[in-house]
């Protein structure tokens, strides 16, 4: 939670109801197909409010410059307001220093600017830990690094209900461990993994901890602090944000001794054809001009989701997938993948003789969007003995109305396919 939040009364908070919430994200007023539009796929993206829209709208309009350079109104202006959305992240994670808040364009290069400089000091036999239930960004850079330094890949296995038990974890460290990078909760399933007991048994072994924090950042109470993660990376899209903005935290001390992956300008203090000087955090990590308006909207979706108690949305969201969960075990022929005690608002699950491609399809004609593929996790996929899942996901605008709408439509389907 962010310190603004965390000092807040209950009186501060803007009450949460849900239809009023809805009311805030203009997209969700539309029809699709002739229906009205029914959005289960916020862990892929979510839906932005009109609070953010209107501010990418008001900067590209009325004050768009390239900021830190410019002697001017206009630069000065929108280089105060890019700066501001980073100390509005800062709060929000509780971070020690805006030096520690690296703006990126999503939490894919987040991850890889970890593996390019910080992993450029492991060597041959060093160990990465991960698990069975990462997406692709947080497996394919450490591959990556496998191949080029010769470290050796760790991956600690899943139990059949999609979980991950910190017992597997620790079993997987040695004193060889360099690297533990984990997901706070799996895409795919909604797994909430047990962080803190992670960070403690990594750094009892003398490793750092990375957490992909794509679907964290959303449904938890991020203090970076408590956690005492050595790094944590999110997207803005996925926290109602817009695309091309991400964000890397890093603990200072530790960022202070990386050595850049980017060059060119904005992370220089001096350059000569002989030498360059990197300039000081954050800038050194924030190469070319930076995802200037994005950031601007990133801020502008955490203002927005601070106007609300957090125990209320998450409330909500747990309300809707478990009202989701009854329902679809309660379908003839759906099998649900991933049935972790301790979960997000996301649920994965398969039609007996259907293709998930297939089933989403038809959910499509009903104005339903549910995501249908491997969800960018083809090894838990392939550990469930699937090659896909169909996946719906709630986000703050969800109802119980539209988990009907999905119960209704998947009935519907069944009878087309089955």
């Known amino acids: ?22 009311s805030d994200f203009p997209i969700l007023s539309r029809t699709v197909h002739d229906k009205p539009l029914t959005y289960l796929d916020s862990a892929a993206s979510a839906q932005k409010p009109r609070a953010v829209i209107d501010v990418i709208r008001y900067q590209y309009e009325q004050e768009y410059a390239n900021v830190h350079r410019g002697a001017y109104w206009l630069s000065e202006t929108l280089t105060s307001k890019y700066e501001a959305a980073r100390e509005t992240v800062r709060q929000f994670i509780n971070a020690r220093s805006d030096r520690e808040v690296i703006f990126t364009k999503g939490a894919t290069e987040a991850i890889n600017l970890v593996a390019a400089t910080f992993g450029r000091a492991f060597n041959a036999g060093d160990e990465v830990v991960i698990t069975g239930l990462e997406h692709h960004s947080n497996i394919v850079p450490w591959q990556i690094l496998r191949d080029q ?6 991956v600690v296995p899943i139990t059949p209900e999609g979980e ?32 803190k007991g992670i960070v403690s048994a990594a750094h009892a072994v003398g490793a750092h901890v990375l957490i992909d924090g794509c679907q964290g950042i959303v449904h938890e109470q991020v203090d970076v602090q408590d956690l005492d993660c050595d790094f944590y990376a999110f997207s803005g899209h996925k926290l109602y944000g817009p695309n091309g903005i991400g964000v890397l935290y890093g603990k200072e001390g530790i960022l202070d001794g990386m050595q850049p992956y980017q060059g060119g300008g904005e992370m220089i203090s001096n350059v000569t054809f ?39 949305i998450a409330a909500h969201e747990h309300d809707l997938l478990t009202y989701g969960t009854e329902q679809l075990q309660a379908l003839n022929s ?4 991933g049935t972790a005690k301790n979960k997000a608002a996301a649920i994965s699950f398969v039609l007996e003789g259907a293709h998930p491609h297939d089933l989403a399809t038809i959910l499509d ?30 986000g703050i605008y969800n109802t119980r109305e539209e988990v009907d709408v999905l119960i209704n439509a998947l009935g519907r389907a069944r009878e087309i396919l089955c």
């Open 1 to 22: 939670m962010s310190a603004l939040a965390q000092n807040a009364s209950k009186n501060d908070f803007r009450d949460f109801d849900v239809n009023s919430v809805r």
């Open 149 to 154: 330094c010769g470290i050796v890949l760790k």
């Open 164 to 195: 991950v038990p910190l017992s597997a974890v620790e079993a997987a460290l040695s004193s060889k461990t360099k690297l533990v990078a984990v997901a706070h909760i799996s895409n795919a399933l909604g797994t909430i993994l047990p962080i």
């Open 274 to 312: 002989e030498r360059s000087e990197w300039a000081e955090l954050p800038a050194k990590f924030e190469a070319g001009t930076p995802p200037i308006v994005p950031a601007v909207g990133l801020g502008a979706a955490i203002d927005y989701i601070n106007e609300f108690d957090r125990a209320a």
């Open 334 to 337: 759906i099998k649900l993948i």
């Open 365 to 394: 004609r009903s104005g339903v969007c549910v995501r249908a593929g491997h969800h960018c996790a083809q090894p838990l996929m392939d550990s469930f003995g699937v090659t896909a899942t169909v996946r719906a996901s709630f």
